[in-house]
Every structure is written in C-alpha cells, then in structure tokens.
C-alpha cells in the first residue's frame, strides 16, 4: 500500500460501487460522465494530491466481484495507490451499528463508517447510498465522483 503522501493531503474514500464504475456498460451518460470522474480522482491519487483510503470492507466486497479481471484490477489498484488507515475499531463499529439502525445496508454503513472514522470525504455513485447519507446528517462530506471533482476543482 502506497502511504507516502504528507498528513495535509485531503483523504478520499471511494466505496466499490465507485471503484467499479469504469467497469460498467458506458453507453449511458451518466456512467461516462461517472466513470471520467473516478478516473480523474485517481490521477490525483497517483498524483499524491490526493490519498486514497481503504478498508477491509473493500477487500471483502472485491472478492465477491464476479468478473476476475475487474476483481482482479480493483484490487491491483488499491494494493498500489491505496492507503490503509488505523482507526479506532469500537468507534466504527458503534457508528456502523447506529447507520444500520437507520436503515443502512450492512457493507454500506462499514464503508460510510471507515470513512467518517478515518476523516476522508466519501464518494459513491448509489443514490440510495447517498440519500442515506444526506438524511444521517454525517460529519463528512459525502456525494458523487462528478460532485467530488467540481467541488475540489479536479482538472
């Protein structure tokens, strides 16, 4: 894992629906438009601009891909540019638990968790994910990979 960058450098967090968007059928807009996005913010990763963070529950969730060479790419990506964070696990579990009590799915509320936990802005392309996350009111800054790069001004 890539952990080079200074502690300065803004924290992302892309959850697997995010990481897989390059991977998934681009003839509608949307997914284009997605999909340039996620590859822009990894430019800036790889550009240590910005630090990718990864959790355990990106390794769970990649085994369960069922195309081994996007399984296989996604996990490439994060053992190289990803970063593995230390938080307190009680404290993600607890926050895990409160999202899932507000009706969070289980590997989602983990992921919007981590992220809270370890202080990166989360980005994912579910809007069921993200309406979840805008009615939690979270800390963090949470939305699409199109609304991350506006928002940092990415180019």
Not at 34 to 54: F, P, S
Not at 116 to 130: C, I, K, M, S, Y
Request: charged share 25%.
């Amino acid at each position: 894992m890539a952990s080079s960058s200074t502690s300065a450098t803004k924290q992302v967090y892309l959850d697997v629906c995010a990481l897989c968007r390059p991977f998934d059928d681009q003839q509608q807009a949307r997914i284009r438009l997605e999909t340039g996005a996620v590859e822009l913010i990894l430019a800036h990763v790889r550009q240590e601009n910005l630090k990718l963070i990864v959790s355990a529950v990106h390794r769970l969730e990649i085994v369960a891909i069922k195309n081994a060479e996007e399984r296989e790419q996604v996990a490439l990506l994060l053992n190289r540019i990803g970063s593995v964070v230390k938080t307190e696990v009680a404290a993600t579990r607890r926050l895990a638990e409160e999202l899932v009590a507000d009706g969070f799915g289980v590997a989602d509320a983990a992921h919007v968790a981590f992220a809270a936990q370890a202080g990166a802005e989360f980005v994912t392309v579910d809007d069921r994910l993200l309406k979840h996350c805008y009615r939690a009111q979270l800390t963090i800054w949470c939305g699409t990979p199109v609304g991350y790069c506006e928002k940092e001004k990415l180019k």
